[in-house]
């Protein structure tokens, strides 16, 4: 449900019942990891730096790793709704995302969560980062909402209404690319003109 990795690895991969797998040779072999979370679906992975790791899932599963996912250490429940997904914004700095809008901030990897207004009651799948700081978060009804300052505040730029989006990613252009029920959607215009 959840894949994070780096150029040099390891890659990680979350699922149903509690299940991650690691790969330490980029994908062609992968070995189960007890996390000791127990059987709590993971929804999503993400890695900040220094070793940090963090993993989110159903009913309000937060946990972290400060070794590269060796172990891991489950966070007090601080929301009982899914996540299904987390941005790091840096080595101490995340969000995690989920169920009717909820976004939560972490300034100190995960000692203390304080709640973001996303401007949106509706469910989020789906988020990242782009080059230039900001932060998109997208989901139920195709609903899209950004943060210019860090994931404090958010501003809806679409109501929904459409199929719902399970990911974005930002193009090596600019743009953002929008995956979904709908299929595969492009937005923006391109940071650069492209050279004849």
């Known amino acids: 449900m959840g894949v994070w990795g780096t150029a040099r690895g390891p ?13 330490e040779d980029r994908g062609k072999t992968w070995q189960p990891r007890d996390t000791g979370l127990g059987d709590r679906h993971f929804y999503g992975i993400a890695g900040g730096g220094q070793q940090r790791l963090m993993l989110v899932g159903e009913s309000g599963l937060v946990a972290r790793s400060a070794d590269g996912g060796q172990s891991w250490e489950r966070l007090p429940d601080f929301y009982n709704g899914s ?9 101490s700095d995340w ?46 009804g195709g609903v899209v909402t950004q943060s210019g300052d860090g994931g404090r505040t958010f501003k809806r730029l679409n109501d929904g209404g459409a199929g719902s989006l399970s990911s974005v990613a930002e193009l090596a252009d600019g743009r953002l690319i929008f995956t979904g029920q ?6 923006g215009k391109p940071a650069k003109s492209p050279t004849p």
């Open 83 to 91: 996540f299904f997904g987390l941005i790091a914004l840096s080595a």
């Open 182 to 187: 709908s299929g595969i959607a492009v937005a």
């Open 95 to 140: 969000l995690v995302y989920g169920m009717r809008g909820k976004v939560f901030r972490t300034g100190d990897f995960g000692a203390i969560w304080q709640q973001v207004d996303a401007d949106t009651g509706l469910s989020l799948y789906g988020g990242t980062r782009t080059g230039d700081g900001k932060v998109v978060l997208v989901g139920e």
């Open 11 to 23: 890659l990680f991969a979350t699922g149903s019942f509690g299940r991650l797998l690691v790969s």
